[in-house]
C-alpha cells in the first residue's frame, strides 16, 4: 500500500537536461521533471535520504498546474481538483508522519479514502520540506519574516533574530493577534517584561535551539515543542526572576507564509502554469 517513490532516480537526466527542460512549456513536463526542476533552482547540493520524494500519485503524470501549501490535507486535495491543479507541493507529510510510513494504515478508512482521491484525481504530491530549509537564506523564514514585517529589524540578515523596537511582551503578543487573529498561542513571560530582542524558531526545531536563543536574551517565538521541555525551563526562569519568555504560535502557523513565498519563487522560473498557494491552517481550533 505504501505509495511513495523516491524523485531522485530521476535527477540525472534531468541535470544533464535541464537547459532544455528550463525552456520548454510545463504543461509537457511530468511531475517528476518539474520537481527536479524546483530541486536545481534552489542550489542546494543533493541531499542524501531526503524526505523530499513523492508522496501520492504517479511521477510521470504531465502537470497541469500547482498548488504549494503547508499540510496536504482533504481540504487542499479538493481546491487543487477545483483549480485544476494536479501537483500539490506541501512542506508537511501527506500520511501523518515523518516519513509518510503507511503500513499502520494499510486497512485504515480514513487512509484508504484520502489514498483513493488522490489516485482517482490523478494527483500527484510532493514534500517541499529538507530543500527550502537547505536554501539560502532559508525560504520558510524569508516568508515568515516577511508575514511579520521584521525584515529592516534583522540582525545580520538572519532572518531568524530580530531587534524590534523596544515594547512589552504583552503589546508584542497583541501585535502578534493581528498577523495570526484566528488563532490562540501558548505564552511563558511576565505581561510588562521589556522586550526589544526577539528571536523565531520555525516549525519543531527543538528546545536546544529555544534554550540557546533564551540564554542570549532573546524572547523566543516558536511553532511547538514538547511541553516538558522549553515550557518547564522558562517556567523556572521566571520563577526565579528571570526576564524570559516563550510564546508558542503553533507548527503551521510558524511556517505556512514560506509556502507562500515558495510560490512565488516558482512563479519566477516556471511561467506557463497556473500556481497556487493554499492555506491548510491550523489542524485544530482552540475552545
Known amino acids: 500500500m505504501k505509495t ?41 547540493p543533493t541531499i542524501n535520504n531526503t524526505g523530499d520524494v513523492i508522496r501520492g500519485g504517479n511521477p510521470n503524470t504531465p502537470v497541469t498546474g500547482i498548488i504549494t501549501t503547508m499540510f496536504p490535507t482533504m481540504d487542499v486535495l479538493r481546491e487543487a481538483v477545483a483549480r485544476k491543479c494536479n501537483l500539490i507541493i506541501s512542506h508537511e507529510p501527506l500520511y ?15 487512509f484508504l479514502e484520502k489514498q483513493k482521491f488522490i489516485n482517482d484525481n490523478n494527483l500527484v504530491v510532493w514534500r517541499f520540506h529538507d530543500y527550502i530549509h537547505r536554501m539560502r537564506p532559508d525560504g520558510i523564514y524569508v516568508g515568515m ?104 504560535i503553533g507548527h503551521a502557523n510558524s511556517e505556512e507564509a514560506g509556502m507562500d513565498w515558495s510560490a512565488t519563487w516558482i512563479r519566477t522560473f516556471i511561467t506557463d502554469l497556473p500556481i497556487h498557494f493554499f492555506s491548510s491552517g491550523s489542524s485544530f481550533w482552540t475552545h
Not at 15 to 43: C, F, V
Not at 100 to 107: C, K, S
Request: avoid cysteine; hydrophobic fraction near 40%; charge should be negative.
Open 4 to 44: 511513495s517513490v523516491f524523485v531522485s532516480v530521476f535527477s540525472l537526466f534531468i541535470l544533464l537536461s535541464a537547459p532544455a527542460l528550463s525552456q520548454q512549456s510545463s504543461g509537457n513536463r511530468t511531475a517528476a521533471e518539474i520537481i527536479e526542476l524546483i530541486i536545481q533552482k534552489t542550489d542546494v
Open 96 to 110: 501523518y508522519s515523518s516519513r509518510d510510513n503507511t503500513e499502520q494504515f494499510a486497512n485504515d478508512p480514513v
Open 145 to 248: 519574516t516577511d508575514k511579520l514585517g521584521w525584515k529592516e529589524y534583522m540582525v545580520d540578515d538572519s532572518f531568524s533574530k530580530f531587534n524590534i523596537p523596544e515594547t512589552t511582551l504583552e503589546n508584542l503578543l497583541r501585535y502578534l493577534k493581528q498577523i495570526f487573529p484566528e488563532h490562540a498561542f501558548s505564552v511563558i513571560g511576565k505581561p510588562q517584561m521589556t522586550v526589544s530582542k526577539v528571536a523565531f524558531s520555525a516549525g519543531a526545531s527543538g528546545s536546544a535551539n529555544h534554550i540557546a536563543s533564551l540564554r542570549d536574551d532573546y524572547v523566543v517565538i516558536a511553532g511547538e515543542v514538547s511541553q516538558l521541555e522549553t515550557y518547564e525551563y522558562v517556567r523556572d526562569a521566571v520563577l526565579q526572576g528571570k526576564d524570559k519568555a516563550v510564546i508558542f
